[in-house]
């Protein structure tokens, strides 16, 4: 099988917001982690602004979460996209022309409900493929994710070496132009997607037997479970992670850009393994493998920290860090099926912006607990945390409806196989509909 052949085989509507997504996110990998270093040392603001302004995009997306995903069931997944890429573009591109500290405030809170507007784009992404295909374009739009915001990381940091304040402001009003590019890629489908989103809900009525629990009640499983994944997984990536590698084991920051370079390889390389693995098991299952595999990761930090600065110590680490990308690749296939079993098509928009909510949510709690805690030097002590929370979740998954992950490469799927098991109940097919969240880079979440 050739690299792109799994891309070739999706909906011609798929392909396209994959690639738009490819595209914004190469925008967001522009600025997402020069924005501290922008505010506080190119603005000269204080640093409690600067990363203010980070806590203000996370409290954004904690609002505009839910009310895009309220938007997206009641006027339609492409307005609501619309509208969140717009705000989106409008939040960065203030970013690019700020002189006081509260413009900066306001440029976060405006960009965070753009970015909230996730939960819009994951439901509109679900539309655009069947039962067996949607793990699949799930687990690309992950991979091409990760890819894209690598690059554009890259590329970020090349351009503002050396180049000052125009060369910041010029890459936030190239990333607001990222945004601009989305909406007109979506406009110019716009008839296409609509067609094929309402073909696809038309044939997803509700199956004969036994209703299945509320939605309320088996939503609440999976919503704590996303919980504690991001406060002690994703949250922890950019920000407790660094905390205790560079401030606490005195790891180079040289060191640090090549464990991330580690985990984007693996999310990337390993993304048909996963899909794979992830076919032959139920979407609870997948979630807790991600949960074990977060706690290994901290797990394996802990075992590490004797060897202090040693090439052995980054060695291990470097394998942690792979294990994590697993952890995340599995979360990338899991989370959205259950979110469209818990949702059926009608709901999917307003259980995606739950879901953003209580991601985001784990975004606020999760730094500012490490940061106290690394700060009074209880590292170990928030790595040891950290590590027992994945394993909570673990257990919390028990809570979870046991949904299988049909898709199309796991071996022996057929059309017939993809349908919903018997039990699952009414419009719970298997299939991805989410991430994210939020909006870090390394959120599976569809257009940060």
């Known amino acids: 099988m050739k690299p792109l052949d799994p891309f070739r085989a999706l909906p011609p509507p798929a392909r396209l917001l994959l690639a738009a997504g490819g595209v914004n ?3 967001s990998g522009l600025v997402a982690p020069l924005l501290v270093a922008y505010l506080h040392t190119e603005q000269g603001f204080a640093v409690s602004v600067a990363t203010g302004a980070v806590a203000l995009i996370s409290v954004g997306a904690f609002i505009g979460g839910p009310l895009s995903g ?3 069931d009641r006027c339609g997944r492409i307005t609501a996209v619309l509208v969140a890429l717009a705000v989106a573009a409008v939040g960065m591109v203030l970013f690019a022309v700020v002189h006081r500290p509260w413009q900066a405030l306001l440029a976060a809170a405006v960009f965070g409900l753009g970015i909230g507007g996730n939960a819009a784009w994951n439901a509109l992404l679900t539309g655009t493929a069947d039962a067996r295909q949607r793990p699949a374009v799930f687990s690309l739009n992950f991979a091409v994710m990760n890819a894209a915001i690598g690059a554009g990381g890259l590329i970020g940091g090349a351009a503002v070496h050396g ?3 125009t060369a910041f402001r010029a890459l936030y009003v190239a990333d607001g132009l990222s945004f601009v590019l989305v909406a007109l890629l979506v406009l110019v489908v716009r008839r296409s997607l609509a067609t094929r989103q309402d073909d696809l809900e038309d044939g997803e009525e509700a199956p004969p037997g036994p209703r299945p629990p509320t939605v309320p009640v088996r939503l609440g499983g999976v919503l704590l479970v996303a919980f504690l994944l991001y406060l002690a997984g994703y949250s922890q990536l950019e920000s407790g992670l660094s905390a205790v590698l ?3 084991h005195g790891m180079s920051t040289a060191d640090l850009a090549l464990l991330f370079a580690v985990n984007t390889l693996v999310v990337v390389a390993g993304r048909a393994l996963v899909l794979s693995a992830a076919g032959r098991r139920t ?4 979630l807790r493998l991600t949960a074990l595999a977060w706690a290994s990761f901290w797990g394996l930090t802990l075992v590490t920290w004797p060897l202090g600065q040693q090439p052995a110590a980054v060695g291990g680490l470097a394998v942690a860090m792979g294990i994590f990308a697993v952890g995340e690749s599995f979360y990338a296939v899991g989370m959205p099926v259950l979110l469209t079993a818990v949702a059926g098509p009608r709901r999917l928009g307003s259980v995606n912006g739950l879901h953003g909510a209580a991601t985001s949510l784990g975004y606020v709690i999760g730094p500012l607990a490490a940061g ?3 700060d009074a030097r209880h590292a170990r002590t928030f790595t040891a945390a950290a590590a027992a ?6 257990l919390t998954t028990r809570l979870l409806p046991s949904t299988a992950v049909a898709t199309s490469d796991s071996p022996g799927t057929s059309a017939s196989d993809a349908a919903p098991a018997a039990g699952t109940g009414p419009g719970t097919p298997e299939e991805p509909s989410t991430p994210p ?6 959120a599976p979440d569809g257009v940060a």
Do not use: I
């Not at 979407?283 to 997948?286: E, G, K, S, T, Y």
């Not at 969240?437 to 390394?442: E, Q, S, T």
């Open 25 to 27: 996110a190469l925008g």
């Open 70 to 72: 309220w938007v997206s």
């Open 163 to 165: 180049g000052g304040l």
């Open 246 to 248: 560079v401030a606490a």
């Open 283 to 286: 979407a609870r299952d997948a």
């Open 372 to 374: 106290l805690l690394v």
């Open 389 to 394: 929370l994945c394993l909570v979740a673990a």
């Open 437 to 442: 969240v939020p909006h870090a880079p390394k």
